[in-house]
């Protein structure tokens, strides 16, 4: 208990899978969670589980206006922004390699994946700043290291994250901003992303295969570096990527 006391913490994509996992643990350790996701059952259901602590926001983290409401709103009601989890994201449509990839959905990818993150860092660095300091964690993947064939729009939205993080990172340090910025790299998590990606138990156990431990990793493999992230104890930290995927980066 008191990891994040006191913090006040937006996750956005809250209202399933690592958002939701990472809300939950974020809020037994202490936080202040706003929840926000543009499904509304899911969200809801996660302050639920929440119990306290925690209340719900409708948000679309590729639409610029929405981010501009959502902390205004939390520093209007809260009086401060401690830390942003820019958790929401798209795999699309599975399998998608580059040539069958329509422009549509490739910029549906992108508008969501990258866009979301970048509007999140926009507006929430002067949020973070003018409350003291504080910490953004972005989500990108495994995704970020290799070819990923079948997810050709994934693939190259989560590199973006990758190294948009490493670039938020400098440019606070150097500004001397006390805003730390860090990216997390799942491996494979059966979450409802997860599970659509490999539909099949044939699948599922051919990937497994390819995981050095030998299974795939739960939500909350994922929530717990978020909250090392997001709390103190990362105070040095900035630009890192944390990668937390049962070894299959080591391989
Ligand atoms: P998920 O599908 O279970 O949850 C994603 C949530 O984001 C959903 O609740 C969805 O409604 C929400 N969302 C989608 N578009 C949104 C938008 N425009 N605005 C607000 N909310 C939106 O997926 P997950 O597995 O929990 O994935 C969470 C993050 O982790 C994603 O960024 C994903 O790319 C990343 N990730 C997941 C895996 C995995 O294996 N599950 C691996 C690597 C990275």
Redesign the pocket.
Known sequence: MGRVADKVVLV??????????SAKLLAAEGATVIV????RA??LETVQQIGGRARFEE?????EA?WKRIIDDILAREGRLNGIV??????GPFPSTFEDESLDQWRRIL???VE?VFLGCKHGVPALRSSGGGSIVN?????AFLGTPDLSA?GA??GAVRQFTKTVAMDCARKGYKVRCNS???????????E??LPSEKARERTRQRVPVGH??T?ED?AYGVLYLISDESRFMTGAELVIDGGMNAV
């Open positions: 956005t994509g809250a209202g399933s899978g690592i958002g939701r996992a926000t996701d543009v499904n899911g969200g948000q679309d983290t590729s639409k929405d820019n958790n929401a994201g798209i795999a508008s969501i994946n979301g989500l990108s993947s495994l995704a994934y939205s989560k997390v790299h799942p491996g494979i998590i059966m979450t409802p992303m997860g659509s990606i795939f990793g939500p994922i």
